[in-house]
């Protein structure tokens, strides 16, 4: 019982990290290991018959390209992006997000869609775990993820913190339509 919790940790503290892919495989009567590791270890030495295989790979970054997204990575950039958003009257959205957060991964192809659907709001999209972005986090009060900042003709029109469709929906027929 133990050891089959064990390996029940070990195998979830696996599939954690950013990726899940196949450990070992089998082949005939030999165990062919392709990432060495302790969980692999553990199932090698034990006399378990059934080991498990990941045939997906997937990888849980919401850093991924969005067509209409404009990715943000420093300080300066998000200062930069922003003073032209007031001096030109634009209207923009900044989504801040995190790839360990699962509600940003449900809304991320949500807010993909909305600029798809409205090319004259610019979407910003801004990982707040990156290091050069931590002083605008602390001065704007980003304090959940995912939050999303509407402006409407240069001008903050309104926020969204959370994983709302339906008022990420209402919000950007409101200002945008």
Same mark, same amino acid.
């Given at each position: 019982? +133990?050891? $089959?919790?064990?390996?029940?940790? &070990? #195998?979830? @503290?696996? #599939?954690?990290?950013?990726?899940?892919?196949?450990?070992?495989?089998?082949? &005939?009567?030999?165990?062919?290991?392709?990432?060495?590791?302790?969980?692999? #270890?553990?199932?090698?030495?034990?006399?378990?018959?059934?080991?498990?295989?990941?045939?997906?790979?997937?990888?849980?970054?919401?850093?991924? #390209?969005?067509?209409?997204?404009?990715?943000?990575?420093?300080?300066?950039?998000?200062?930069?992006?922003? @003073?032209?958003?007031?001096? =030109?009257?634009?209207?923009?959205?900044?989504?801040?997000?995190?790839?360990?957060?699962?509600?940003?991964?449900?809304?991320?192809?949500?807010?993909?869609? &909305?600029?798809?659907?409205?090319?004259?709001?610019?979407?910003?999209?801004?990982?707040?775990?990156? *290091? +050069?972005?931590?002083?605008?986090?602390?001065?704007?009060? /980003?304090?959940?993820?995912?939050?999303?900042?509407?402006?409407?003709?240069?001008?903050?029109?309104? *926020? &969204? /913190?959370? +994983? =709302?469709?339906?008022?990420? $929906?209402?919000?950007?027929?409101?200002?945008?339509?």
């Amino acid at each position: 019982m +133990a050891r $089959n919790l064990i390996v029940r940790s &070990l #195998a979830l @503290r696996h #599939a954690i990290k950013n990726t899940v892919r196949p450990l070992f495989t089998r082949h &005939l009567s030999s165990i062919s290991i392709s990432k060495p590791s302790l969980f692999v #270890a553990t199932i090698a030495s034990s006399q378990i018959s059934f080991l498990p295989s990941f045939h997906h790979s997937r990888s849980l970054c919401s850093a991924s #390209a969005t067509p209409g997204v404009v990715l943000v990575n420093s300080e300066e950039e998000f200062n930069n992006i922003l @003073r032209k958003v007031q001096d =030109d009257s634009l209207h923009a959205i900044f989504y801040f997000t995190a790839v360990w957060c699962g509600p940003c991964r449900f809304i991320s192809p949500i807010v993909g869609e &909305l600029s798809k659907k409205y090319p004259h709001v610019t979407t910003y999209k801004i990982d707040i775990d990156q *290091e +050069a972005i931590q002083g605008t986090l602390g001065k704007l009060q /980003i304090t959940s993820v995912p939050t999303l900042h509407f402006f409407q003709n240069g001008k903050k029109a309104d *926020e &969204l /913190i959370g +994983a =709302d469709v339906a008022r990420l $929906n209402h919000i950007t027929e409101k200002l945008f339509k």
